[in-house]
C-alpha cells in the first residue's frame, strides 16, 4: 500500500468512526395502526440515511394512550418520539411537556401541511407534532350489496337512511352485518365515535357554563337510536370492536357499511388484503338534517418529549416520516392508493393521487369537519369527539366504559346517561370549572 492510499484509507475509516460516533437508538411509540406498521418497513431508508437506528414499541390505541401519557406527565423519559393526535399536542405543548418543531427544514417545507392539520397540532401558532397522516371519518359500504338491497347510497346520507340501508343489507345467515361501528371502550375508540354522532342529533358534551349534558333528550336519543340498529343489524359481541376489529370484519366481506375514519380507504381497497377491494363504494359521514355531520378531525402524528437526549435524531426522524420524499417512497413501492394521507395539501394537488377513487371524499371529509364549530348549540370547548380539557380523556373514559355496558347488553340506556351525567359533573366540579 502506498503512502497516499494509506492516508486515504486512515481518513475513510476515520469518517466511518466519526459517522457511528454520532449515531444515536432513537425509541417511538406507536399505534398498531396499519399506517403505522408500514412505516416501519421502511425504518431502513431512515437508517441507510441518517445512521440512526429506532427501537419501536407498537401499542393498541388505548395502550398506547395510557403509556405516552404516563411517561410524558412522569418525565419518565422512555420514549423519543411519540405518537399523539390533535387532543393530546395542545394541551401537552402548553404544558412545555413537547418540544417545538418550529425549526425544520426548508426543504421539509411545513407550510404543506394542510391547515386543518397544522392548526389542530399548534398551541399558540407554533407547530409541536408533525401529521404523519390525517383523516376524518366516512362511510365505506359494499356496493353490491347496496344494489341487491334496491337503495342507492346519497353522497351525503342521513342516519334515518343509513338505519334502512343497514337493515335491508342485513344476512345473518350468510354472515354479513348491514353495519359495524365501534363500541369498544376508550374515549378514543368507541367514545370517539359516539361523541362525534351525537354532535349530528344536536348533543354536546357541555352547556357553555361546562354542565353536563347527558340528561338532555339529544343523548338518549343518539344512544338508542345507536343500539337498536347495532341490535338489528351489527355484529355480535360489537361492544368490543374498536377500529381494527372492525377493517378485520369488513375486509372479510362481512360488513355492509361502515362508519370510520378515511385512512382506512386504503385498506379495504387493497386487494391483497380485502375480499372486497373492488366492490367498495363512499360517502360523508351522516347527518340528522340538523345542520352537523358526524365526521370527526384527527391525526395520528410524532412528537417529542421535552427532555429527550436525542433531540436531533428523532427531528431528523420526523422530517423523514412526514416528508414529501417519504410519500414517493411508499407509491413507489406500493401505489398511490397506500401512501399516508390526509397530512399534505400537495398529495391532493398531485395528478397521480386524483386518481385513486377515495382521495376527494376523504378531503371533502376533513374540510367539513369544523372542531371550533362542532355542535348545533353552542359549547364552550373546541374539538369534534373531544373536548380539548386536560380532564376530557379520564372523564371520556369512564363515560365510554359506561356506553360499552350497555353494548354489552350489561345495563339500560337510562341508567348509563344517569352514570355519566354524575361523574362527569362530579370531575368538573373537583377540576373547578363549576
Known amino acids: 500500500m502506498t503512502f497516499k492510499s494509506a492516508i ?44 440512526h437506528t429506532v427501537e419501536w414499541v407498537t ?23 411519540m405518537t399523539i393526535g390533535m387532543y393530546e399536542t395542545p394541551i401537552w405543548g402548553s404544558n412545555g411537556w413537547l418540544v417545538a418543531l418550529d425549526d425544520l427544514s426548508a426543504e421539509y417545507d411545513a407550510a404543506d401541511i394542510l391547515p386543518a392539520m ?8 407554533t407547530l409541536y407534532a408533525a401529521p404523519f397522516y390525517g383523516e376524518s371519518s366516512m362511510i365505506m359500504y359494499r356496493t353490491d350489496l347496496m344494489e341487491k338491497a334496491g337503495l342507492e347510497m346519497p353522497e351525503a346520507p342521513s342516519w334515518s337512511f343509513i338505519a334502512k340501508a343497514a337493515r335491508a343489507m342485513t344476512d345473518r345467515d350468510n354472515g354479513i352485518n348491514g353495519i359495524c361501528l365501534r363500541g369498544k371502550a376508550g374515549w378514543g375508540e368507541g367514545g370517539a365515535f359516539i361523541t362525534a354522532m351525537s354532535n349530528s342529533f344536536g348533543a354536546r358534551w357541555f352547556d357553555e ?63 391483497n388484503d380485502s375480499t372486497v377491494a373492488d366492490k367498495v363504494g363512499f360517502a360523508l359521514a351522516p347527518d340528522n338534517g340538523m345542520g352537523v355531520r358526524s365526521n370527526w378531525l384527527w391525526a395520528w402524528a410524532l412528537a417529542i418529549p421535552a427532555g429527550t437526549k436525542n433531540e436531533s435524531a428523532a427531528k431528523q426522524f420526523i422530517e423523514w416520516a412526514t416528508s414529501k420524499d417519504y410519500i414517493e417512497l411508499v407509491a413507489a413501492n406500493e401505489g398511490w392508493a397506500n401512501v399516508p394521507p390526509g397530512a399534505r395539501t400537495s398529495l391532493y394537488e398531485n395528478a397521480n393521487y386524483k386518481d385513486v377513487p377515495f382521495a376527494k371524499m376523504t378531503l371533502d371529509s376533513i374540510l367539513s369537519a369544523d372542531p371550533n364549530n362542532s355542535t348545533v348549540d353552542p359549547s364552550p370547548y373546541v374539538g369534534i369527539q373531544f373536548a380539548a380539557i386536560p380532564e376530557f380523556a379520564g372523564i371520556a373514559t369512564e363515560v365510554s366504559q359506561e356506553f360499552s355496558a350497555v353494548y354489552a347488553g350489561q345495563q339500560s340506556v337510562e341508567a348509563a346517561l344517569k352514570k355519566a351525567q354524575a361523574l362527569t359533573n362530579d370531575a368538573m366540579e373537583a377540576a373547578g370549572y363549576r
Not at 457511528?20 to 437508517?47: E, H, K, P, W
Not at 337510536?225 to 347495532?230: G, H, Y
Request: aromatic residues 10%; contains cysteine; hydrophobic residues 40%.
Open 209 to 271: 357554563d361546562w354542565n353536563a349534558q347527558f340528561d338532555r333528550r339529544e343523548w338518549s336519543d343518539t344512544l338508542n337510536f345507536f343500539v337498536n340498529m347495532m341490535s338489528d343489524s351489527g355484529p355480535a359481541g360489537y361492544a368490543t370492536n374498536g377500529f381494527n376489529e372492525n377493517l378485520s370484519l369488513f375486509q372479510q366481506g362481512k360488513c355492509g357499511m361502515w362508519i370510520d375514519a378515511t385512512v382506512a380507504a386504503s385498506f379495504v381497497t387493497n386487494p
Open 59 to 81: 401499542l393498541e390505541e388505548n395502550v398506547l394512550r395510557q403509556r405516552v401519557t404516563t411517561d410524558i406527565s412522569t418525565k419518565g423519559g422512555a420514549f423519543d418520539i
Open 118 to 125: 397544522a392548526g389542530g397540532l399548534s398551541h399558540n401558532g
Open 8 to 51: 486515504c484509507a486512515a481518513t475513510a475509516l476515520t469518517l466511518v468512526a466519526g459517522s457511528a460516533a454520532l449515531a444515536d437508538t432513537i425509541t417511538i411509540a406507536t399505534v398498531n395502526n396499519g399506517d403505522m406498521i408500514r412505516m416501519q418497513g421502511y425504518t431502513d431508508d431512515f437508517t441507510a440515511k441518517t445512521g
